[in-house]
């Protein structure tokens, strides 16, 4: 286990419904990414926060925000759900933005929007 | 030029086997290239990293291969178990225009480990 927990679990919403999603990083790590992973796909990077501040966005429209709290825990945001949302939604923290860093990823969000 | 191709989508391997995963870059500003392992229900795992400045990385039984030249790089299992049976994905992080990375890892497609016992 990486000691990145995420919350909750699976999540059911309806079209045009909003949802927050709710990460916590390892204990030592100051960066949380997000990423979408559809069935059958590789993780597409949604954004990455660090020192509460979004430092790099992936090719996702602004109904997806996220925040970065003082202890470093993070929130992802999707408004006007749409069906094709659904997916696994990951967060991954690491100790800094700089180079190399390992990525650790948390078990995941299951989002479905019906 | 982001995009990083795995493949093959899918292998079957007999226990104690080698599997070999490839993947393929175009973006030279890629400078870490991770490997991770997925067990359905689970999140992605780092199995083993690897920078451009080396050709092989080896941690137990996970070997990585690059070849800078060429823009590609390689997993291999070795003595491959059943319980290396999940699904394998590449990666890669680029530096960003102050040369630092920010972070994006863009992954490949993904293989589909089996071993059979």
């Known amino acids: 286990e990486t000691g990145v927990t995420q919350s909750p679990t699976h999540l059911i919403k309806t079209r045009g419904q909003q949802v927050t999603l709710r990460c916590s990083s390892q204990?030592?790590?100051?960066?949380v990414s997000w990423y979408q992973q559809a069935l059958g796909q590789g993780p597409q990077f949604i954004f990455q926060?660090?020192?509460?501040?979004?430092?790099g966005r992936g090719n996702f429209p602004p109904r997806f925000s996220g925040l970065q709290f003082p202890n470093y825990s993070s929130e992802l945001n999707v408004n006007a759900l749409e069906l094709d949302d659904s997916a696994l939604y990951l967060c991954a923290s690491s100790r800094s933005s700089g180079t190399g860093n390992e990525q650790f990823f948390g078990p995941g969000t299951r989002l479905t929007v019906l | 030029q982001q995009q990083v191709k795995q493949s093959p989508q899918s292998l079957i391997v007999q226990k104690g086997g080698i599997s070999i995963i490839n993947c393929a870059y175009e973006n030279t500003a890629f400078d870490y290239f991770p490997w991770y392992q997925q067990f359905p229900g689970k999140g992605p795992a780092l199995l083993i990293a690897i920078r451009p400045d080396v050709s092989e990385k080896k941690e137990g039984r996970f070997t990585i291969s690059f070849n800078k030249s060429a823009k590609q790089f390689s997993l291999h299992i070795m003595d491959s178990q059943p319980g290396d049976s999940a699904t394998y994905f590449c990666a890669a992080k680029a530096r960003n225009a102050g040369g630092t990375s920010y972070g994006k890892l863009t992954f490949g497609q993904g293989t589909i480990l089996t071993v059979h016992p």
């Open positions: 204990s030592g790590h100051n960066t």
């Open positions: 926060y660090y020192r509460e501040e979004e430092n």
